[in-house]
């Protein structure tokens, strides 16, 4: 079929050739000239508008957002939305916020737009391995989008499946990124016991391979894990400091919200931010409390 | 080669079977008649006693342990010692406390007789996917048994390989169920925040499949997951009740005496403990104090 | 000075009488028939509707709301806005959000209108005691109300103080009650751990009170648990179920939103939730899952 | 009464100090002479020897020792045992680990020489204030101590008590710095958000002055803490890194052992375990993983 797509980042571009590969049409928007002019080398019909994007697409339209979450979501449909005609279709590819989804979803409802969203995983490796693919959404647009959806998933019949109404597809990517973080965690925290066993001088990158093959913990992030690890065993040169995208966030404001305990998503979260705090107060108020309390030397800085 | 196997539990007994069917010779010893019986029929030459076992297999010998870590392991190794000649080598492969496995190692060695220990990961499924083989002990030794280990593995030049000397092979296994602890309590708890969001309906077993194709938290452990939630969608009649083995709570241990702060390991332990708790002081002097501050209403049980 | 209360439950009546025991004159209004009867016997000018508060006080005026925090809040300064003049001061001496606190003040500044927050800590015993205070908003508008400040302080100098700008006030408060979280749970697990320790016998009251004199973890929440323990040593018929109040919550969103990693104020809130929980679906899936993996016996409910 | 004390550092001088102050009679050894100088300064009858020290004693004896605990505790042990006679008590004051008490209570126990542990909480506070003591051991031995404890306690009906049989005192101590560490991180905690709330410009030191006052949270660490903060408010020069004594990791275990789920009290160590990491292999790791997945930068180090 014929889908738009716009955002020709990695991301996007990825997921319109892998469409292409399978026999669809894409026709791609970026703002960026390179984007385009990367885009159109494989397969995909740049163009450089919205307008043109929407003329070069015939109705009832199917456009796939993959651009960031947030602002630019909300913006994009702004533009987009005067351009389309009921009977449309918008997908958010993207890693929005599921409330913010649920409520753009009653927005377009109104001009008869339909919305789904798509959680999406499997980051750079999906051109080639596929996508998993956590669709919300009406179900007759859903299954409008069908061959979209085999087309971008492992295989036809595997990795994608609607998972509930409007929202529930980003709900469920922003769960599973939680899952990711404890997942990361349970890895580092595991590798950093082994490193400390100094006695022993095991090779962790060698104990990851092993555990690739056969093992209870085997994964696709422990083959990460033992990527990164057989190029640089002893992690030399990268700092300690652990990033965190918003799904961590939200996995974490909703399991309270929900009366859920998760504490290993939620540590998993707080050992990001600690990783990133430096001089902590909090260390420097217990340090200066046991100074006061038992005369225990303070080291100072 | 020829291999001892003493202990023809499910474990012991699919190992041995696995080895005879890549073209080893398997003496194994179990005091069960039933579990010998069932074991011939596996192409194993069961014997009824640990002289047998000795007489069967010539010098230098090599005796696979499969048998329940603690007191069994060291009493095994008590009546075989005076049965072994210098030279042969008997193999560790349960999840003994690796300290121990220090210990029996040089205990052995007074008298020549190798002792290697093998942390093994696959359960059930190791004997059509192979184990997952973390070796310790003497090099030598270790190549020695080299065929036996290429059998084991789910591939000969994969998922198994020596780590360390003695102890290393259980130690790297600990850490390795300390980690399957925390993805384990990662999924449970991003489950359980998907079961809990009742406006969505989620259908938690599809969003499990639908993971295990192409998504950043695929591993053996959600397809263990899946099949889970496949048969039983909403877990009913099952209790909310985690059994722990020791190597979490050695992990954890080890990890507090190398100083390595593991909060996520450790969590997943604690959350075992939680579970089966039932009635919590904690919680119920929580309840009191709240009561006694506040005025706030206690729920009476 | 005399001051307005809006609000006579258990809270703002013991304020009012405070107040009124050193000498201010209180008006103060409630909904409800009997709690007015109460207050006037505890000495306060009891009205029955806003109109008549407003009257009573004369310009420029000082109103107290204890109300419950959220919408009652904002309803009563709907209806109060309109009846009050510029120069007049409102307080919220409830645990309202704080950011709907910098909100309020800034809606009621157009008027001309002053708006204090102020955290309150102290419950029931504050009557006799005194509270604890923490004040935010215009300085000047403080310090017009330092009487109050000082009659409701355990003593004129000590216990209240304004803390920063408007909502400053309940963000300490805030605070403050998510550290109340994690004592509360560092001695519940502490008890908890004494109550299990069967071989020692240990009388968990009478340590309690031993504390309370001398030793390193003496508090107010110490007293507390005493009390408590000491009438219901065993805690016999306390259901293990712990509430959770808003302030934990916020507490958790704001560290997590400013990059402070809070484990043990964090862990102290998801410990509650855990205590509702009852039939943990994580925990069935975590059980279920030992099931598929190892043939673990799973037990059934 | 008279009584023997071993071990005249802080806590042992302080100890005899106030002893003597309430009319008991101390023979003090230690074996640095400054020690025994200044003991001598405080009413203390200093010895040089072990042999003196038992000889100025009348039997039946009590010896008290605040020695450090381990080691030093068995080989005073190990020294003073053929010296004492049956009848006679001797105290360990320190932080013993519980189970070294009950080891040793039943080596002494062969010689007719009782041996009572006392948890010792109060600090360098303890002289002045009183101690909290937390006695184990035999209850005749314990009784015929009393006029120590009553001295040494804050008053002689308060503040101490036997708690159990022997090791009873020490495990209850070694619980009580474990709550220790669970509200020390609280407060911690709670300091660094209101620290980091950079817009409120809030004075944490005047916070924690005026929360010592009428406050749920009041707390005589709460105390030690405004103390620091007053001193230093921004903790300037004070290194964020926490030390931790061996009662806390004992608690934690000791909780595991008991099948107690103590989060907080596991966090606060694991807290303060991470103070100290400096560069941290787990999250190094965690941003490896991250680079491998997604592209997403690195930040070298």
């Given at each position: 079929m014929e889908l738009g797509m716009v955002g020709l980042g990695r991301m996007g571009a990825n997921m319109a050739q892998r469409l292409v590969q399978h026999g669809h049409r894409v026709v791609g928007f970026d703002p960026g000239p390179q984007a385009r002019e990367q885009a159109s080398q494989r397969g995909i019909d740049a163009v450089g508008s919205l307008d043109e994007l929407v003329d070069a697409l015939a109705a009832p339209r199917a456009i796939w957002l993959m651009v960031p979450a947030g602002e630019t979501v909300d913006r994009t449909l702004a533009e987009l939305r005067p351009r389309l005609a009921a009977g449309d279709v918008v997908i958010d590819g993207g890693n929005s916020y599921y409330q913010d989804t649920v409520r753009r979803a009653k927005e377009l409802a109104v001009d008869g737009i339909a919305y789904v969203d798509c959680g999406t995983s499997g980051g750079v490796w999906g051109l080639a391995e596929g996508y998993s693919l956590m669709v919300g959404g009406d179900e007759a647009a859903v299954e409008r989008l069908r061959p979209v959806f085999e087309a971008l998933a492992p295989a036809p019949d595997r990795g994608w499946g609607r998972v509930g109404p409007s929202g529930a597809g980003h709900f469920t990517k922003m769960v599973h990124n939680g899952i990711e973080y404890g997942m990361m965690q349970a890895y580092a925290e595991g590798f950093a016991i082994m490193e400390r066993k100094h006695e022993f001088g095991l090779d962790v990158?060698?104990?990851?391979?092993?555990?690739r093959h056969g093992s209870v913990v085997r994964s696709w992030l422990l083959d990460l894990s033992a990527n990164a690890l057989q190029r640089n065993p002893t992690l030399d040169g990268i700092a300690p400091f652990v990033?965190?995208?918003?799904?961590?966030?939200w996995t974490v404001a909703e399991a309270i919200a929900l009366d859920v305990s998760a504490p290993v998503i939620t540590l998993s979260l707080l050992e990001r931010l600690r990783s990133r705090e430096g001089d902590s107060f909090a260390d420097k108020l217990l340090a200066a409390m046991r100074g006061e309390f038992g005369g225990h030397a303070i080291r100072h800085s």
């Open positions: 990158a060698r104990i990851a391979e092993i555990w990033a965190d995208s918003g799904e961590g966030r």
